[in-house]
């Protein structure tokens, strides 16, 4: 069992920055695959980012690729996304999402453990 717990959004003008973490708690939470995904109202939830268990591997979706990073801290258990040159359709809620495996993982239904989710609201 996996407790994720989102933290760091909030509300930035566009072409700023963001930082969130998400803290992952557990016997074994340092060797789940993580993703960071995000949801709008009215559409599907969609994976932005995504890394291995030992960071070695990641992906991003083609909308934030080259603004933003993914990251994490096994000791720390935490998983971070860098969010920069932010954009108004980066506005969403971002939640992150752990699943055991042996690949980076991209798909909702994949995924085992979700955290509550973290506002992300970007003003123009």
């Not at 971070?80 to 809620?93: C, G, K, N, Q, W």
């Amino acid at each position: 069992q996996v407790q994720l717990v989102e933290s760091g959004g909030g509300l930035v003008q566009a072409g700023g920055s963001l930082r969130l973490s998400c803290a992952a708690s557990g016997r074994t939470a340092n060797s789940y695959n993580m993703g960071w995904f995000r949801q709008v109202p009215g559409k599907e939830r969609e994976c932005v980012a995504a890394v291995s268990w030992s960071g070695g591997s990641t992906y991003y979706a083609d909308s934030v690729k080259d603004r933003f990073t993914i990251s994490r801290d096994n000791a720390k258990n935490t998983v971070y996304l860098l969010m920069r040159s932010l954009r108004p359709e980066d506005t969403a809620v971002y939640y992150c999402a752990a699943v055991w495996g042996s690949r980076v993982y991209t798909e909702v239904h994949e995924y085992h453990y979700w955290g509550q989710g973290t506002q992300v609201t970007i003003s123009s």
